[in-house]
Every structure is written in C-alpha cells, then in structure tokens.
C-alpha cells in the first residue's frame, strides 16, 4: 500500500533562516505530488505541484520555492523566511496522470513558526 | 476559475443525531469530482467521500452521505448518527477534470459533536 511520509512535525525558525521541509512517498511511482499551506483557521492554498521529476508548477508568488529530485521526492525550501512564512504545511500525492478523480492523499503536516 | 463556498465556518451536533454540511461551487465544467475531506485536531486530512458530477445517484460511505444537486451547483455533506470523533474541520473539495492541478478547497466548517 501507498504511505506518505511528511517531516518534520514541528519546526520553529528564526526569520530570515532557511527551510528545508521534505516528504517522500512510497509504495507507488511517479505520482502527482503537492505542497499546500493552512492559515489558522483557514482553507488549503495550493503552493507547488508536481507531474514528474523536474516538471514543478508554482500557484503563487512568494518566498517558497520546490523542487523534486527524485520520483517519489518533493521538498519545499526558502533561502529566508519571512513571519508570514508561518502556517500549516502539508504535503500530499495522488495517481499519475490528469485522471482529476482520484483523491490526493496528504502527509500528517508540518507546524512551522516563524519568530 | 472554479471557486468552492462553505458558508457555515462553525456547527455543532448532538452525538447520535444527523448534521449537514453545505457547500456549493461555481464551475463552466460539465463534468467534474467533489471531495469531502475531514481534518480533526490531529490536522491529518482524510479524505471522507467523493461524488462524479455524470452520475446522478448520491454517494454514500457508511454514515456518510450527499446531497448532490448539479443543476444548483450543491453538494452537502450529511452525518447521520454522529460520533464524537466526528470532530473536525470539513473541507469540501472541486477536481477540474483533464488538470494534475486538481483540487480547489473551501474554507471549511468546524464541526463540534456534543456529548
């Protein structure tokens, strides 16, 4: 069966550190892959997704970027944080190709705070 | 642009009775997929229940159930004998077919079970 692994849990960084959240998925091959962020108390806004190795889309400005070195790999990073860098990240995959029915199945989240 | 509205950001359910979750979309697509994810305190998403837009019969997963209504561009989510451990956030959900981009999320509604 297919896990999806997200780390880590919490982190808690200084502004203008760096960032480096990884996730990893197995049990499948080239799947979609996605890197979401949740406001408190608000919805998901879409950050990156991926189709394949290399093949990385942005959905919106910012200070983030992606990138995905391997198949089952997607890591999202940041040279220097910002405060408004803080929220809910979560990681996720679905089946590959463009078949929209298939459910994306996410990663247990990472609690990031900005200081 | 597909947009998702969730116009009830808090509700609350006797244990044991039925709640429903409204959600309605905008969309020129004729066909497409709804979603249903549930995130409670722990923040993993999971996703609940899905709805194909070109099938007319309703979804149902056990206590689970929806009022798809594609001509008013609805779709409710009904918990029938609700547990506590239905406590979460409920995000409803738009798959554009034909894109890996995928999902569109509402702002979700906080559901609380009473004991």
């Known amino acids: 069966s297919q896990t999806i692994h997200q780390w880590p849990a919490t982190l808690v960084q200084p502004v203008g550190s760096p960032l480096s959240l990884e996730c990893t998925v197995e049990?499948?091959?080239?799947?979609?892959l996605y890197w979401y962020r949740q406001a408190a108390g608000r919805g998901l806004q879409l950050l990156f997704y991926?189709?394949?190795?290399?093949?990385i889309s942005s959905e919106v400005p910012q200070n983030l970027s992606a990138s995905r070195p391997q198949d089952r790999q997607f890591i999202l990073s940041s040279k220097k944080l910002l405060l408004s860098d803080s929220g809910f990240y979560l990681c996720?995959?679905?089946?590959?190709?463009?078949?929209?029915?298939?459910?994306?199945?996410f990663g247990d989240g990472t609690r990031l705070s900005i200081l | 642009a597909q947009t998702v509205t969730q116009s009830q950001p808090e509700m609350s359910v006797q244990e044991a009775e039925t709640v429903t979750l409204s959600c309605t979309y905008d969309t020129s697509e004729n066909n497409y997929y709804l979603f249903w994810y549930k995130q409670p305190p722990s923040r993993q998403m999971i996703l609940v229940i899905r709805q194909e837009a070109y099938k007319q019969q309703n979804a149902t997963e056990n206590r689970f159930s929806v009022n798809f209504q594609k001509a008013a561009k609805s779709f409710s989510l009904k918990i029938s004998d609700s547990q506590l451990g239905d406590t979460a956030m409920y995000f409803c959900a738009f798959n554009k077919p034909g894109s890996a981009r995928q999902l569109t999320f509402g702002s979700g509604t906080q559901l609380t079970v009473l004991p």
């Open positions: 996720a995959w679905s089946a590959p190709g463009q078949v929209s029915n298939q459910p994306q199945h």
């Open positions: 049990g499948t091959s080239n799947p979609n």
């Open positions: 991926s189709i394949g190795i290399d093949q």
